[in-house]
């Protein structure tokens, strides 16, 4: 599994998405298989990221889950209303480090739990597009050779691909609207679904197996577009009866699926699975503050089952202020929260956010912090320290404040940050992502954007305690990276949330 050391963004951003409850929409909307558009939201995810990855190339190592479906959406082979309203959905989560190619791989893992299927692990990193890719999803007229030619393109083999087809289809169905070819006799909801059950499960199998089934890839009259029927008994069924046992298909699907999110351009490097941290500094926020320097700072754990007392370090950045074993503090306040779907399947049963509201000199600073943790059970108590590197704070110039920042739901939020000794000639800017909006009238590029705003001087918080503050409104709250130079020198803060426990 991979690592976190402190601060890392990226990691910081794709472990709460998965862990968190409500930190994002791809780990939300799916649970307990939602419907939308008369099939559940959790098939149009599916579909969505089997569309995007299908773009892959083995040979070239070029295409897959890219979010290049983005672009694509408006193809015949795209047909749907699932595709733009999946986007949508996965629209605002990203940040300057996770793209929606991220997003969308996030989305098929949760909408396949979110319909009881089985957990697959997830690998961040992916990279988004900025073009279409080729055409090269398979439709159902297409032959069987045809059809196994694009899976192998796309990294499949004929058994894969006849197992992936199963376990894609276990979900949803085929709309009239879009394929009325295919679906030629009336439908009261309008859609012709693969399976009896809403659920993620073989019945799909089982149904094709006993001769019971009403997909109409395999049954339909129209025998053009049977493909499921082609796919399906191209080996003479060998690989469906293999699939009978539902152990063996969440298995297969599971690793079939994690694949399918996987494929991505040879040029990028997934990481390690991305399981829950045992332990994560979360949400800091250093500022100027009545002579000296508050500094909030969580740490999340998982419950363990201990009574456990966890104590905050720290020292000094310059001179000396703290005692040689460094200054201390006890959180100000304990919270337990429960974790996303994927977390609890991972059994994380709550996670438990220790918050700290440190008094630091204003003088002599802060340059790193670390953790003692006892569990009062007569066992040694233990450091938690990055890993060995300390969390090291890396500069005191640049800082963001959350309490003169003014941050209400009702309007823009009006973002402050202190700038420690400036001269005339700084120059701060927010480097922010916005989704960009989904008009229906013209849908454009799903994707979101970025925005660069510039800062102007404070008049209403005038300079104190040795900094200088600069405001701007910012349309986005949930991710800004902050950037000054002073005296030559670049400085940069990401500022994901804009406030926290104690502001
Ligand atoms: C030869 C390969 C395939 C063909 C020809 C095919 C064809 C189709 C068609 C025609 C639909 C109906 C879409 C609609 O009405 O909105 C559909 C739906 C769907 N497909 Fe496939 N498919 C293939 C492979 C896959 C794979 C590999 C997956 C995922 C692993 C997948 C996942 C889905 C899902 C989840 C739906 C339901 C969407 C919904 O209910 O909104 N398909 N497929």
Redesign the pocket.
Known sequence: AVVFNWPDPFLDTLEDQLYRLGFSSASGFALNCAAR????I??????L???DA?THNSTTGTGGLDASIAFEFTRAQD?????LASLGDFLGVQNQYVGMADTIAMG?IN?VIGCGGPVIPFRGGRIDATEAGPAT??????DLDS?IA??QTQG?NETE?IA??A?????????????PL??TEDVPTG?Q??ASNVGFDNTVVHEYLNSTTENV?VVGSNIT?R??LR?FSSDGNVTMQSLASPDTFNEV?AD??GR?INTVPSTVTLTDPIEPFDFKVWNTHLFPQGGSLAFLATLRIIETGANRTVTMFWKERTGTFCPTEGCSIAPFQVESEVPSLYGQLKGVTAFILHSFNASIDLVTSISHFWFEINDNDGSAPFIVDNNGANYTIDQDVLLYDPRRTIATFASQPVVVVGVKDSSTSTNVTALSMIANPILDSDPGVPLPINITTVFELDSSNPPADGYTFYSAPIVNTLDNTIRTTVNGTAYSLWVRFLTAAGV
């Open positions: 558009q008369d099939t559940t959790a098939a149009q995810w599916l579909r990221a089997y569309h299908a047909v749907g209303e699932g595709m098929a909408a999803v398979p439709e159902p007229q297409q059809h694009s899976f499949f691909m992936l087809v376990c894609g289809h276990s979900l949803g169905g085929v709309r009239q609207v879009d394929f295919i679906v859609v679904n693969f890839l577009t493909s499921d796919i699907c079939l699926i399918m």
